[in-house]
Every structure is written in C-alpha cells, then in structure tokens.
C-alpha cells in the first residue's frame, strides 16, 4: 500500500466534527463529585486521630492473639507430612512462611497507623504552640512599629539631622 492510499483511507475514516466527552453532573453512579473549592479545607479533629489510632492498635492485637495461633500447629504438621515422604509438607511449609510474612506486614502497618495518628497527635499540639508564640511575638513587633517618630503619613525625619538637613523637608 502506498502512502497516498493510507492517507485516502485514512480522510475517508476520520469524524469530520470533534466530539468532547463529559461527565454529566450529577455524579454518576458514585455520588456527586466533590470539588475542593466547594468543600473547603480538610479539617480532622483529635478525636477522629483518636478513633483510627484506637482501631489500628486493636487490630494488631487481634491478629497478634488469634492470627498467629495456626502458625505453630502448620509448621508442625507441614514437618510431619515431609517426614513420612508426602510432597504436601513442604507445599503447606510454603504456605505457612506466606502467611506468616503477610501477617507481619499487616501487623506493620497496624503499628505504624497507630504510631503515627498519636505522633501527629503531637507535632500538630505542638504546631499550634508554635503559632500562638510566633503569634504572640509578632504583636510585640507591631507595637513597637507603633511608636511612631513623625505624624502618620508624613515623611519619617529620623536620622536627618545628622546629615544636616532641616526635619520636615
């Protein structure tokens, strides 16, 4: 096929008019869409921290009490079945070492959640303690800004005099 045909092929195929895609409003079938300028800024409260902290760290616990039982009694029996010759010990051996690794990995992420809603706990508290210092020290700066050495809005005379100019001019 030679380049001219491809093109004829190609200009009989193509859509002479440009089609846009669009989302009607209403949200489709997962709700309303939600458009940050209309929500306003994210606002998380010490007892929502405190909710997902709680939840992760009760989590752990519970698969450190009831997720680990069967790791012993699988190793044990996957021992067993390798010893009298069966091929299924070391499949369920597999299975046991797979467990046990994505159960520390859950187990991870539980206690870094945990550990982390109760840090930012902190930083934050201590974020707000900073403000109201900085806060606190820039009313102090605005006060001495408000000794004033002329009248508002006129020129500022300070240190003139040493140059021997006239204040005021």
């Not at 209309?38 to 405190?50: E, M, P, Q, R, S």
């Amino acid at each position: 096929m030679a380049w001219d045909e491809w093109e004829e092929l190609k200009a009989k195929h193509e859509p002479t008019s440009m089609q846009l895609n669009s989302v009607p409003d209403g949200g489709g079938s997962y709700g309303p869409y939600v458009v940050p300028s209309k929500t306003g800024d994210l606002k998380v409260g010490h007892g929502d921290l405190v909710k997902i902290g709680k939840s992760a760290h009760e989590l752990y616990n519970q698969l450190w009490d009831k997720a680990r039982v069967s790791i012993p009694s699988s190793d044990s029996a996957a021992g067993n079945l390798t010893k009298q010759g069966f091929d299924l010990g070391s499949g369920l051996q597999h299975v046991s070492n797979r467990w046990d690794e994505q159960l520390k990995s859950l187990m991870d992420a539980c206690a870094q959640i945990s550990n982390h809603m109760q840090t930012t706990k902190k930083v934050h508290a201590g974020d707000e303690h900073y403000i109201q210092r900085q806060m606190s020290s820039i009313d102090a700066l605005d006060a001495g800004f408000d000794e004033r050495v002329g009248e508002p809005g006129a020129k500022n005379n300070y240190g003139k005099q040493d140059k021997g100019e006239k204040p005021g001019g």
